[in-house]
């Protein structure tokens, strides 16, 4: 039976850390003497997209809630973390662009109140970066003074001060977690998901090392047909008027798959919302309830927004980091690297591109491309930033 620690892939020394966490925690909870250090109430799981930063943090999460304290994945105390239901873990997922200071004060409070299952309080915060300077605040005072049985996961892309406040870091235990090798990737999807082999190692490779990615460029057309329009910009900059439209193209297609993932939930949220105001209903007061919820529904809107916003955002970075890798085989050709190729099913065009183009060429649109994805993290606006990106690719 596989345990909560085995769907990290990849992270063998993180998984030993947080192993031993686990069983210092369980032997605190029985009143035993714990390994000195091997637990401790604030952790820090840092790496790049798709290393598996909130997967291992769910997974601490379940182990210190499991009732073997092991991480078993088979008791009620494991099935309910990993299933967003149990009543002492905390899960903060942004579901806008940032984190705000009420909602992590709520956390927070909510968070150092007593365990209602006797072993731990958990607040689990994916994406601490998003978190606002008043948020940050907010959460390293209950960093700085925690109460005897809360655990406080964090997750951010890097320990940079841009990421997560040095003063946070500082309190807390950092685990480091690497990108997944391919081939590591691909015995996941063909072992678990029944991927053909050599679908598995395609789309292994193409999501570089991406595990959610590869799953879904191994099981999802309109996936892999997004990649390969992305994939065919670099053929179509033949001057400023095709980088405009390739540019329009690229965010337009953003905004489409962002809207496909988040239709469903927003029709379902708001539907949720205008039953529990009383739509549908027939009794005295039931039309005048309608009317004074106006300001609910304006403020679920204001939330929808904002997740269709960043959802754009990550459709766009997705497409940004498929084109990087893209320029990243043409330098590597041009440099004549004995590395595997990011995009197998390209590297004709790149070792085409490789012929014509310089490795200073090559080393530009690459940086171009990084740029780009930076200024978008900084707040530019996307059309801005890619149609500048577009106009740097085309003149090379």
């Known amino acids: 039976m596989s345990d909560v620690f085995s769907s990290l892939v990849g992270q063998e020394e993180a ?84 984190i705000g200071v009420n909602e992590m004060r709520a956390l927070v409070l909510r968070a150092a109140s007593v365990p209602a299952g006797g072993r731990w309080q958990v607040l689990l915060v994916e994406d601490a970066d998003r978190l606002t300077e008043a948020a940050s605040n907010a959460l390293l005072k209950a960093v700085e003074e925690p109460p005897a049985r809360t655990v ?84 179509r900059l033949s001057g400023v008027g095709a980088c405009f439209e390739a540019a329009s193209a690229l965010i337009e297609a953003a905004e489409a798959e962002a809207v496909a993932a988040v239709s469903d939930v927003d029709s379902a949220e708001r539907a949720a919302l205008e039953t529990a105001l009383g739509a549908g209903g027939t009794g005295r007061g039931t039309a005048g309830a309608i009317r004074g919820a106006a300001g609910a529904l304006k403020d679920l809107e204001r939330r929808q927004r904002s997740r269709a916003t960043r959802a754009q955002r990550d459709a766009l970075d997705r497409a940004l980091v498929d084109l990087a890798g893209f320029y990243r085989d043409v330098l590597t050709c041009r440099l004549g690297a004995q590395v595997a190729p990011v995009h197998a099913d390209t590297a004709p065009t790149a070792q085409a591109a490789a012929a014509r183009w310089t490795a200073e060429s090559a080393l530009r649109r690459l940086a171009a491309v990084l740029a780009c994805r930076d200024a978008i993290a900084q707040n530019v606006k996307p059309r801005i930033a890619v149609e500048a990106m577009m106009l740097a690719l085309w003149r090379g």
């Open 15 to 98: 998984v030993a850390t947080l192993r031993r966490a686990a069983a210092a925690a369980a032997a605190t909870v029985r009143g035993e003497e714990a390994p000195p250090g091997a637990m401790t109430h604030a952790w820090l799981f840092s790496g790049p997209p798709g290393s598996g930063r909130s997967v291992a943090a769910r997974a601490l999460a379940a182990a210190l809630q499991c009732d073997t304290g092991t991480g078993c994945g088979a008791c009620a105390g494991c099935h309910t973390t990993l299933a967003g239901t149990h009543a002492d873990v905390r899960f903060v997922v942004p579901e806008g662009l940032s």
């Open 152 to 235: 406080f996961l964090l997750c951010t892309p890097s320990t940079h001060p841009d990421d997560v406040s040095v003063t946070i870091r500082s309190r807390c235990r950092l685990v480091v977690l690497r990108q997944p090798p391919a081939d590591a990737v691909a015995e996941v999807l063909v072992q678990r998901d029944g991927v053909a082999p050599q679908t598995a190692a395609w789309a292994a490779a193409a999501a570089q090392g991406h595990i959610g990615r590869a799953r879904r460029l191994a099981a999802d057309p309109q996936a892999q047909e997004r990649r390969a329009a992305v994939l065919g910009i670099p053929r």
